[in-house]
């Protein structure tokens, strides 16, 4: 306990300054895979971005990198938005970013964020997070897996109706590709332990639930899926360490493997005449003291103590995160006032709401 509480101590300045960053504070990096699983030197491919997902049209050098994107100030209209980046190169070389259109979206419906993408035949189509309303205390049911389809990567159209829903629960960070002639999607359900929805469609609209599949919390299903050279369906995710799995067919998937990158919302592509396969993931949160101007943090309002199970969070029920000192990112919800942390490995987390208003820091040393 005394060795918990000093390591406690001394990382605690290094958080009351990560306490104001949010998602605009980390890049993009991307790297090469120099052999099975094994990545070099990870170089910075956006600023102030996070949740990537990249696709390559198929048979031809042209690429496509959609994320979330943070273009100051924050007043701008791409702040918090959709945008995207193409490479005609092979990955050699990209544009700039330019948020995406999507035209049809009924009014009053929540902006469209944590995308994916997939390139079929000459189309494009997008799926993303969004509700028919601005969802109450953070994220709630309303919020379902959505699409829109186009060809230039910038401007598309919206389809009509969800792709993936709960009744009960929201679903967020969609992961989908096209493998042998069907549509696969996968989301987490919410922390690392409950694993991730799974579904599958023969037109890439609607889609047919099957079993979910199992976790720890070692193993986020927070990331993305690819094809790869092959013709073997993996899927890359986030953790302690960045990680893939290989599908075995019928909702099966394989153990996990890490490969040794640090970050987080991985996703990797395969690229023409044998250059080596590129992965873009989420990297480590800039060390800075600016705090967040848009929602400045009481510090001295945040307490901070020792748990075992669970953790208060006052009267509030509904999604939380819990963010420990690598960034890592644990979705739990609240349910009368309180969250189970006895699953999250040991050490020092801030639960956030809307990742945004710290509720709480807590030292939790009844994980694994």
């Known amino acids: 306990m005394v060795r918990l509480l000093l390591l406690a101590a001394f990382l605690l300045p290094c958080m009351a300054v990560a306490q104001d960053n949010g998602p605009w504070n980390s890049p993009l990096m991307w790297a090469e895979e120099i052999a099975p699983d094994v990545f070099g030197t990870p170089q910075v491919f956006q600023d102030s971005a996070g949740v990537p997902s990249v696709v390559r049209k198929l048979n031809t050098d042209t690429m496509y990198c959609v994320f979330q994107w943070f273009r ?18 092979n990955g050699m070389s990209w544009t700039e970013p330019v948020p995406i259109v999507v035209d049809g979206m009924p009014a009053g419906w929540q902006r469209p964020f944590d995308p994916t993408i997939v390139c079929y035949g000459d189309s494009i189509r997008i799926f993303f997070s969004s509700s028919a309303r601005m969802p109450m205390g953070g994220l709630d049911s309303v919020v379902n ?20 829903d709960h009744a009960t629960r929201p679903v967020i960070d969609p992961a989908v590709t096209i493998y042998r002639g069907q549509w696969h999607y996968t989301a987490p359900i919410g922390a690392p332990q409950e694993g991730a929805y799974q579904a599958t469609s023969v037109d890439g609209r609607v889609f047919t639930r099957i079993a979910d599949i199992a976790s720890d919390n070692q193993h ?16 890359y995710g986030s953790g302690p360490t960045l990680w893939r799995a290989m599908y075995e067919g019928e909702g099966r998937w394989g153990q996990f493997t890490s490969i040794g990158l640090k970050g987080g919302d991985p996703s990797a592509v395969t690229r023409r005449n044998g250059a080596p396969r590129m992965i873009i993931y989420v990297g480590p ?15 001295s309002a945040i307490a901070s103590y020792v748990v075992r199970e669970r953790v208060s969070v006052g009267d509030f029920d509904g999604p939380v995160e819990c963010i420990d000192v690598h960034g890592n990112v644990y979705r739990i919800d609240a349910m009368h006032g309180s969250i189970d942390v006895s699953a999250l490995p040991c050490g020092l987390y801030f639960v956030c709401r809307n990742g945004r208003d710290v509720l709480i820091r807590f030292i939790n040393v009844g994980g694994s």
Do not use: C
């Open 72 to 89: 100051a100030p924050r007043t701008a209209p791409t702040w918090d938005r959709v945008a995207v980046k193409m490479s005609v190169d």
């Open 145 to 164: 897996t959505y699409s829109a389809v186009g060809v230039d990567g910038i401007h598309y159209t919206f389809e009509q109706g969800a792709r993936f």
């Open 220 to 235: 986020n299903w927070t990331g993305n899926l690819l094809v790869d050279e092959n013709d073997a369906l993996r899927f």
């Open 285 to 299: 949160r800039y060390v800075t003291d600016v705090a967040d101007e848009a929602a400045p943090v009481d510090r």
